[in-house]
């Protein structure tokens, strides 16, 4: 495709313009190697758009963007020839549209894809190469089921993996996370479970570590709506108007309640962030992991004005200062010896101080701490950006200091500092069965759980259920996910440890499409896509209106591709246990026993054929926007937090007592207070020198994650490039659209930069996702960012420290 003018009309118009209509036939052209090599028999190369359908089906945009989308399939002799959004109601706010981005717009380019998975194949070449044969449905099945059962009577079902993945998400039958919500999740545990893991990719860091701070499991902040109360918002490394870029998402929740508030919107990000470009009102350019040390001085200038909230800190936390230390950790620093220098590291985190770590002028960050301080309410929210850091867990109870000292916790416009909440519609999911296997291991540390695992402890790597890993990883399950190679740091040394076969003994992919983390595959199983059965969808992050999307069969399965719930149905009777899988019922049986249960609960949602009808489901939130901890502001004795002393948390014993307790790597720290901690490959580590740019491989409008990584008018419109800024491009000799090299001791990626002062100088951006592509020497040409990232657990998550890595660029 060669018109931008043609992408142009697929961001703004809801349906195709007539310009677009006039366009058809020569986009369909841009695919056409998918006609010629007759891959796709029966879709339309060329030609006008059919006057009328055969039929229109609703389904969805099921990817893990946090939004979740309608789309209405236009379907003619078995083919999908358009797409087209909601157009239910008068799209007033509440029953708003949810219009899906140009992601979604595109989705004809993922159904109908050369890297469709058509049969199921097994590896004949070397693990990684790529080189496959086809075999038949029933050699797959019994291969797999043959090495199950070897391979559970040798080493146990903690042999047994279901690795990450995301790549279909949202539905409730066919959804790929989390994997204990998968079929596979289902066929398992009815075969003696598998080996967990704990925490994610997206926010393992912010989800082990707020917590502390505020109790309970995953902590929420106001709801997006409740910005309509709010004066001021703080956006730390959030970016919905790319992540969450459609009518669903918080981009237009964002920009709906900013300008029914008139509330400024500061942004705080190495990038100058398309919701920086569109919604905000001031960019503060920071250095990636020093999030705490600028908190710390905006702490030092509100105690020292006295503009911060000493009654609410009084009265609702404690670790703030000496008086207010929990019992039996006098001895140790308050927050405010911390910041005034008055602790043990005698250091005052002033504004001078922080400007040498953060790159923000001293002098606007005392501005900002007394209009932070003094516009009430203020709104703070992180996106999972600063916490993917190697000091992750310090910058995000760093971040929720802000709120905190504030006094904006627990009343309208204010919040937590966490990630913004949303109204939704409860439905009961596909039961899938209680894992028998208690053990468990973070999501980032399969790797060590293959080639490490008797040595894997509690007290140094995580494992949970158990002091130790007893035995290794020997068998892995991949469905929808690409976070065996491409989305996990490290990706050459990743390489190395999965082509041992002599470690992992067998590696099932099922997925839609030829992904790089399928070439590792000793068994690939070609699933349908969302659009090949039948599903439902719920909303994900959005305002106060909660939606359900029926996921109505568009076209017939192509090629030999079958659903992963009918695939595990025939393992399961493999394996012997093919009636407790089943219990007798097809997806649909089981669609209908989502929807009937829901109903027990929610007697207002539609049957199963009314809602097949409507196609979508939308309910307005009819309460107050949502406040977090409200009850507890209101009467704290009668709320306790569950925190150890009931109150908020900003001195952590719980804390304090693991770092003292668990055996950490050299140089990483788990302390009681959220303060600034240097690190490897941070701002200050002398490998500078060497590799003098901060990388960060933040999210793309290209792709979500990896997926829509193939489709060529996502990768038209937006470009995998390196962002460079003009400082550190004149200093190299590079211009706009030169080949360049991005590298460091872990690896090489061969990609176009984009110099621009939307990045700030010391820092470059490499979006994640690009598709892993090494050449015979191992260099890679796509841009792939996780050749340069380091595979390094963060101190408490053992999250992935994706944002930490030091590189240099030359031209190529
Ligand atoms: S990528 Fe996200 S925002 Fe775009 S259509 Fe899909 S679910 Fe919606």
């Known amino acids: ?32 190697a998918l006609f010629a090599n007759g891959a796709f028999e029966g879709v339309q190369a060329s030609g006008e758009i059919p006057a009328e359908p055969d039929k229109i089906v609703w389904n969805a945009c099921v990817v893990n963007c946090g939004s979740r989308c309608p789309l209405r399939l236009y379907v003619k002799d078995g083919t999908v020839y358009r797409v087209d959004t909601d157009n239910t109601g008068d799209d007033t706010w509440g029953q708003h549209q949810v219009r899906s981005c140009v992601r979604g717009h595109s989705i004809r380019q993922r159904i109908y894809n050369p890297d469709r998975l058509k049969y199921p194949m097994k590896r004949v070449g070397k693990r990684g190469s790529g080189e496959f044969e086809r075999i038949t449905w029933e050699e797959a099945y019994d291969t797999i089921a043959n090495k199950l059962k070897e391979l559970v009577g040798k080493y146990g079902n903690e042999s047994i993996y279901l690795n990450y993945g995301t790549g279909t998400l949202g539905a409730l039958i066919c959804t790929s996370w989390p994997p204990s919500a998968t079929p596979i999740a289902r066929m398992m545990n009815c075969f003696g479970g598998y080996l967990n893991h704990y925490g994610d990719y997206s926010a393992a860091q912010l989800e082990s570590s707020l917590p502390m701070t505020f109790g309970g499991g995953w902590v929420m902040n106001n709801s997006i709506e409740d910005v309509v109360n709010s004066k001021l918002m703080v956006y730390f490394g959030n970016n919905p108007c790319e992540t969450r870029m459609s009518g669903g998402g918080l981009s237009y929740s964002l920009q709906h309640y ?133 000091n992750g867990e310090q910058n995000c109870r760093a971040i929720s200091m802000l709120p905190i000292l504030t006094g904006n916790v627990g009343i309208h416009g204010g919040g937590t500092g966490a990630r913004e909440s949303g109204f939704g519609i409860g439905l009961t999911s596909f039961p899938t069965l209680t894992n028998p296997v208690k053990t468990a291991i973070s999501v980032f540390n399969w790797p060590d759980a293959i080639r490490n695992a008797t040595e894997m402890t509690a007290l140094k790597d995580g494992v949970k259920g158990k002091d130790k890993l007893d035995v290794p990883i020997k068998f892995i399950w991949n469905y929808a996910g690409n976070a065996l190679i491409n989305q996990h740091a490290e990706a050459n040394l990743t390489h190395k440890i999965l082509q041992d076969e002599t470690m992992c003994e067998m590696i099932v992919v099922v997925d839609v499409h030829m992904t790089p983390s ?119 004795e009668a709320n306790k937090l569950e925190t150890p002393s009931g109150k908020i948390e900003i001195f952590s014993s719980t804390l304090h007592n693991i770092g003292q307790k668990w055996e950490l790597q050299e140089g990483d720290v788990i302390t009681g207070l959220p303060i600034y901690m240097e690190t490897w490959e941070g701002v200050s580590d002398p490998l500078k020198e060497k590799y003098p740019l901060q990388m960060i491989s933040a999210h793309y409008k290209q792709r979500t994650h990896s997926t829509y990584g193939n489709v060529p008018w996502m990768a038209e419109a937006a470009p995998q490039e390196v962002w460079i800024n003009p400082i550190d491009a004149a200093a190299r000799g590079i211009v706009h659209g030169d080949k ?6 872990r690896g ?34 796509a841009g792939c960012p996780n050749v340069l990232t380091r595979y390094r657990p963060s101190p408490l998550a053992k999250g992935d420290p994706m944002h930490t890595a030091l590189v240099q660029i030359e031209k190529a």
């Open 748 to 781: 090489r990626t061969h990609v176009l930069a984009k110099v621009t002062p939307r990045i700030m100088p010391g820092v470059v951006q490499l979006p994640e996702g690009a598709w892993y592509a090494p050449d015979a020497n191992g260099v890679d040409q």
């Open 740 to 745: 360049v090299y991005v590298f460091n001791d």
């Open 1 to 32: 495709m060669s018109d931008n003018g043609y992408i142009q009309d697929l961001i703004t118009d809801t349906v195709m313009s007539r310009r677009s209509f006039m366009k058809w036939s020569a986009v369909m052209g841009g695919t056409a």
């Open 258 to 390: 900013k300008r029914e508030s008139g509330a400024k919107l500061i942004v705080v990000d190495p990038r100058y962030t398309d919701t920086g470009v569109n919604s905000a009102d001031e960019w503060i350019p920071i250095r990636p992991g020093t999030d705490a040390a600028f908190v710390s001085a905006l702490a030092y200038v509100m105690i020292s004005e006295n503009i911060h909230d000493q009654a609410f800190l009084d009265k609702y936390t404690i670790g703030f200062d000496r008086d207010h230390m929990p019992a039996g950790y006098e001895d140790q620093d308050s927050y405010k010896d911390y910041v005034m220098g008055t602790g043990k590291d005698k250091t005052a985190k002033t504004p001078q101080w922080a400007a040498a770590i953060t790159g923000i002028p001293a002098t606007r960050i005392v501005e900002l701490a007394r209009e932070m301080a003094l516009t009430k309410p203020m709104f703070v929210t992180q996106g999972w950006g600063p916490q993917r850091q190697a």
């Open 518 to 636: 399928a070439r590792y595959a000793d068994i690939l199983l070609p699933d349908t896509t969302n659009y090949e059965k039948t599903d439902i969808a719920v909303n994900g992050d959005t305002s106060n209106m909660g939606y359900a999307i029926f996921c109505d069969q568009a076209i017939e399965p192509m090629f030999e591709a079958k659903s992963v719930y009918d695939m595990c149905a025939e393992i399961a009777t493999r394996l012997g246990v093919g009636d407790k899988y089943t219990e007798g019922k097809t997806t649909e049986d089981w669609l209908h026993y989502c929807v009937d249960e829901t109903r027990k609960t929610n007697p207002d949602f539609p049957d199963y054929e009314s809602f097949k009808k409507m196609g979508i489901y939308k309910v307005t939130n009819k309460a107050e926007p949502y406040v977090a901890f409200q009850a507890f502001r209101q009467d704290p």
